[in-house]
């Protein structure tokens, strides 16, 4: 029998009726019903009102709520649940400072100069890590910016799904700089000690892809593989996903398809597509 090792099971289905279900049965329990300190100090400390502004998987949206009495005037906020964007379409009904969208953020399009992270990125489940990076890449402006909060401490099971420092930094390289990420000193009780305060500026000048993957069962084979990615002349990070499906490339020009298929023609098992 084929031994497999360090598969990362997913117990739930992570999608829209799941999420949809949790505001209708008000079982958000990340919900502290005001825009959490970290967020309120960030925001406090912009000073430009026409920043284009998106908050992803926004939820009730505190925080756009407080930059629209700060003033800010370019707000777009997302959610898959069509419960909760039921609420924020009747709550700012009328106010074209906001712009408020049901549907897939890694479906969004638009350009922005900030992304307010902010619960999103926990809920995710781990295995779109490279995804939402390349698509937070994606989505910004020349020099925009992405900051937030991120946990940083693990969790039994998920979402939300915890990380640490190392391994955000390690993900986010390259891709953004510079990076910066310190450890909360105004968190909310039952979250102090495990919170990082984050901002990252967008790195104009590399592009960064996403591509699916088929054919690895353990760590070592993907440890194997980014390095052949990472040997490719030009790239500069790579990062696979945690069920070995898919794999950000960043790198100063788009890497050619057949230098990558090249690499990993070692193994007849290995398969590797363009996704974004």
Not at 41 to 67: M, R, V
Not at 147 to 156: E, I, K, P, T
Request: include cysteine.
């Amino acid at each position: 029998m084929e031994e497999k090792c360090c598969v990362i099971p997913q117990k739930k289905i992570l999608d829209q009726a799941y999420w949809d279900s949790q505001y209708k049965d008000k079982t958000t329990g990340w919900d502290i019903g005001y825009v959490s300190p970290p967020m309120q100090a960030y925001i406090d400390s912009l000073t430009n009102k026409e920043l284009e502004i998106l908050i992803p998987g926004c939820g009730n949206t505190y925080e756009a709520e407080y930059l629209l009495q700060l003033g800010f005037r370019h707000i777009t906020v997302i959610d898959i649940a069509p419960a909760v964007v039921d609420k924020l379409q009747l709550k700012f009904a009328g106010n074209a400072c906001i712009q408020i969208v049901c549907g897939d953020f890694f479906a969004h399009e638009g350009q922005y100069d900030l992304i307010l992270e902010q619960t999103f990125f926990c809920a995710l489940p781990p295995a779109m890590r490279p995804r939402y990076v390349a698509k937070m890449h994606e989505l910004l402006k020349v020099d925009g910016s992405l900051a937030g909060v991120l946990f940083n401490r693990s969790f039994v099971d998920g979402p939300p799904f915890g990380g640490n420092q190392q391994e955000y930094e390690a993900l986010f390289n390259s891709a953004f700089n510079p990076i910066s990420m310190q450890p909360c000193d105004h968190s909310i009780a039952p979250r102090a000690n495990s919170e990082l305060v984050f901002k990252c500026r967008k790195n104009n000048q590399v592009v960064v892809h996403l591509y699916s993957f088929r054919g690895i069962t353990c760590n070592g084979c993907m440890t194997t593989v980014t390095n052949k990615f990472k040997d490719i002349e030009g790239v500069m990070n790579v990062r696979m996903n945690a069920d070995y499906s898919e794999v950000m490339i960043v790198s100063e020009s788009e890497p050619d398809m057949q230098k990558l298929q090249d690499a990993i023609a070692y193994d007849a098992n290995y398969h590797i597509e363009k996704v974004m």
